[in-house]
């Protein structure tokens, strides 16, 4: 389990989060949703390692280090925004890139990665940025599993993607969830894919949580409302 308790996060001047509490089991989805520019992508960034914070997160009770580099070998992967695919290096090559937080005895793509994803297989010789953007958020996705991760961040996985493509990366969710090994952060913006998947909900305002409760309690035009103003 994740535990995130009273995160605050600054940029300069501004604060961005304000005390925020978040909580991932394994085995289940916790979506994170609100508008844009409400702290959605900072708070991920910040369970990730990757922007300095204040306050306490924890994996299966023990405190993880700062840094992206440590918390990938304690178990974290984060799939951003924007993918950050490398367009020079082929699929084979980006999904190698997931090696680098794991014992050398550990590194290959374990063969469920193209199960989910068969289209990587294959692509594998294919060049990132030759892909299409469906393609590039699969290897996204795809690399951090590689990582064989405990907790899994997912930041806006359906933005420019074509309809079949959402499907399917909702189907691989899904899936994942249904798998149990690992905790699953969900940032997204399609509220009726969001709610589909969701476990448990968090909505944010200006960096605040406003709600966080499990799915089955609360009530979808509520959730709806507070998610869009």
Known sequence: ??????????????????????????????????????GKTSLLKALAGRHPMDGTVTLDGAPLPPGPKARARAGVAYVPQGREVFPQLTVAENLATGFACLPRAARAVPDHVFDLFPVLAEMRGRRGGDLSGGQQQQLAIARALVTRPKVLLLDEPT??????????????????????????????????????????????????????????GADRAAVLADVSV
Do not use: K
């Not at 509490?21 to 609100?34: F, I, P, Y």
């Not at 994942?176 to 969900?186: C, E």
């Not at 998947?197 to 949580?209: Q, Y």
């Open 159 to 216: 933005e420019g993607i074509q309809p079949n493509i959402i499907a399917q990366i909702g189907r691989v969710i899904d899936r994942l969830r249904r798998d149990g090994g690992m905790a699953i952060v969900l940032v997204e913006q399609r509220f009726d894919f969001a709610w589909g998947l969701a476990d448990h909900v968090v909505a944010l305002r200006r960096g605040t949580v406003i709600r966080n409760e499990a799915r089955g």
């Open 1 to 38: 389990m994740l535990e995130a308790r009273d995160v605050t996060l600054a940029y300069g001047g501004s604060c961005i989060l304000h005390g925020v509490d978040l909580t991932a089991a394994r085995g289940a989805v916790t979506c994170v949703m609100g508008l844009n520019g409400m």
